[in-house]
């Protein structure tokens, strides 16, 4: 099968009330674990590069590491998709370097600006058979090249989704419902609750239409555990509980980005690794380790969280 849209993958997803989930690829092992796990399950999956993946591994690495993935795999949909693209130009690099779908993420911006910069996004991908996903409200957190703070952020107003939606033309949109990027997405203590009213009053104005949540990693404390003693420091790493993602996944989300509760599986097998042999130095050694616990978030979230198992 060749790379495929999302826009199958999200039809299916809403009508069936589960969720595609869209994993952040930066290198060999990370697109392996994913899509290894994806095809033993029979799941369709979205890969996604952010600007900071294409800094680090090179466009042109990403793509044929893709590629790579769907000539092992075969059997299920895969979509590659560019993560929080700032501006047109990444997001047009992108559409003519081979991706099926991109997100210009215009959510710093003042409304009308979002629209503005989202409209030409559209215009150009859409003529040339890709889709695109935008944002609207601002999520709290750190990305290579974004960092939002706490007050910083907002929630997304249900009453300028529709408008945002009919002006612009995008195909799914990203919203703020108290998910943020990283590790660190509430205070220890705190009962961390996703705003379900929100997310219900956004799916009454816009019936039908794909919902993108970011910044839904759930931070396994198995991993941050094993990580701080191996020598690592993650203090107070707190991530949105599971059950809340699944019910997410029921509803009008199609699509839940993770990318640190990778991050943290493969930390923790690295560390595991060389903490307790300090005289290995073979990186297949302890990338090994990583790339096993990569795929065994990977197959967790597809079986427990986005309930895709079975649905390529
Ligand atoms: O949303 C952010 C993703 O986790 C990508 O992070 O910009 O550090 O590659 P990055
Ligand atoms: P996490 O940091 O919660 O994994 O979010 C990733 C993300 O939203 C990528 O766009
Ligand atoms: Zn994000």
């Known amino acids: 099968m060749a790379l495929v849209t999302t826009t199958e993958m999200f039809k299916k997803a809403y009508e069936g009330g589960y969720a595609i989930g869209a994993f952040n690829v930066n290198n060999m092992e990370i697109v392996q674990a994913i899509t290894e796990a994806a095809g033993e399950l029979n799941s369709p999956i ?3 590069v952010s600007a900071g993946a294409r800094k680090y591994a090179n466009h042109t690495y990403l793509v044929k590491l893709v590629e790579a993935a769907i000539q092992e795999n075969p059997n299920i949909p895969i979509a590659l998709h560019l993560d929080h693209g700032a501006d047109f130009e990444i997001c047009k690099s992108c559409i003519d370097g081979g991706f099926t779908s991109v997100m210009i993420d215009g959510s710093r911006f003042p409304f009308n600006e979002n629209i503005e910069v989202t409209k030409k996004v559209v215009e150009y991908a859409h003529a040339h ?6 944002e609207l409200g601002k999520l709290a957190g750190i990305e290579d090249d974004v960092k939002v703070s706490a007050e ?13 939606v009919s002006k612009t033309g995008v195909d799914s949109l990203a919203i703020a419902i108290g998910t943020s990027h990283g590790a660190y997405k509430f205070k220890p203590g705190t009962n961390p609750q996703l705003r379900f009213d ?18 839904a990693s759930s931070v396994p404390q ?13 203090k107070d790493a707190i991530g949105v509980p599971e059950d809340q993602l699944r019910e997410a996944a029921r509803s009008a989300v199609c699509k839940i980005n993770i990318d640190s509760d990778l991050r943290l599986g493969l930390t923790a097998g ?17 990338l ?14 597809i079986k427990d969280v986005l309930g895709s198992e079975g649905k390529a």
């Open 46 to 48: 979205i890969l996604q």
């Open 129 to 134: 058979g890709v889709v695109v996903e935008a």
């Open 152 to 164: 910083d952020s907002s929630y997304t107003q249900p009453d300028e989704v529709e408008e945002f």
């Open 198 to 215: 929100i997310l219900h009053e956004i799916e009454k104005r816009i019936p039908n239409f794909p919902i993108v949540l970011h910044g």
């Open 222 to 234: 198995e991993y941050v555990k094993i990580i701080n003693e191996n020598g690592g420091k993650l």
């Open 270 to 286: 690295v560390r595991q690794v060389l903490f307790a042999d300090p005289s290995i130095f073979d990186p297949r050694d302890y």
């Open 288 to 301: 090994k380790v990583g790339r096993a616990n990569v795929k065994a978030v990977v197959a967790h979230k």
